[in-house]
């Protein structure tokens, strides 16, 4: 069975930085794509970071662009999102995601990934 577990939120002060696992079993990241995406308090799910182990295609939202870093490591089965920089609107529970991609490029809407872990809490405050 496909799964997805994520690990690594707590809480930071502005400025600081986390590092974000998606640890992926049941399957191996090639020919998949693994996405981070966002739920703040009173905010719609949005898209962060995407990345496609096909193509190594990477997508980052804009406000994010300079801060967060995904990455991947085929022998651990893991993606990784690292984050920089953090503001306190980066405060949201985080998931990850994955979907089937053996094609080019990286898909980036959330009603294309099918497998979605349980999500871990990121705070920024002082």
């Known amino acids: 069975q496909e799964q997805v577990v994520e690990s690594g939120g707590g809480l930071v002060q502005p400025g600081g930085s986390l590092r974000l696992s998606c640890a992926a079993s049941?399957?191996?990241?090639?020919?998949?794509?693994i996405g981070w995406f966002r739920q703040g308090p009173g905010k719609g799910r949005e898209g962060v970071a995407f990345?496609?182990?096909?193509?190594?295609?990477?997508y980052y939202r804009d406000s994010v662009k300079g801060r967060f870093t995904i990455s991947r490591d085929i022998a651990e089965n893991t993606v990784y999102l690292q984050m920089n920089s953090l503001k306190p609107e980066d405060t949201a529970v985080y998931y990850c995601?994955?979907?089937?991609?053996?094609?080019?490029?990286?898909?980036?809407?959330?009603?294309?990934?099918?497998?979605w872990g349980q999500g871990t809490q990121v705070t920024v405050s002082s």
């Open positions: 995601a994955t979907t089937l991609w053996p094609g080019i490029g990286v898909p980036v809407e959330w009603d294309e990934f099918d497998v």
């Open positions: 049941g399957f191996t990241l090639d020919r998949y794509a």
């Open positions: 990345i496609s182990s096909s193509d190594g295609s990477i």
